[in-house]
Nanobody, 124 residues
Framework: QVQLVESGGEPVQAGGSLRLSCAGSGRTFSSYCVGWFRQSPGKEREYVATITWSGGFTVYADSVKGRFTISRDNAKNTVYLQMNSLKPEDTALYYC?????????????????WGQGTQVTASS
């Protein structure tokens, strides 16, 4: 069993930066791929990024490539999402999720555990 808690979301001006954290519990957390997704009201959950269990491989959605960076510190059981050059369209509830897949998945149904989300609001 893995439990995930996101933090770091807050209102920010467009062009600004935020770092989201995803704290995982359970001694097996470091063996999971971890992904970030986001969802705005009235829209489907959107894939953002994934990092493999070792941190050696990362994948990004085209909409955030070059602006967002996913990383992890397995000693702290934490995965981060550094978000730079934020745009109003990045406004959403951001979720982290853990997957036992060895190949970084992009689909929500491939993830086994989910956090409750943290709100990011980027205003112009």
């Amino acid at each position: 069993q893995v439990q995930l808690v996101e933090s770091g979301g807050e209102p920010v001006q467009a062009g600004g930066s935020l770092r989201l954290s995803c704290a995982g519990s359970g001694r097996t957390f470091s063996s999971y791929c971890v992904g970030w997704f986001r969802q705005s009201p009235g829209k489907e959950r959107e894939y953002v990024a994934t990092i493999t269990w070792s941190g050696g491989f990362t994948v990004y959605a085209d909409s955030v490539k070059g602006r967002f960076t996913i990383s992890r510190d397995n000693a702290k059981n934490t995965v981060y999402l550094q978000m730079n050059s934020l745009k109003p369209e990045d406004t959403a509830l951001y979720y982290c999720a853990a997957s036992s897949s060895r190949v970084p998945p992009r689909e929500p149904h491939d993830y086994d555990y989910w956090g409750q989300g943290t709100q990011v609001t980027a205003s112009s």
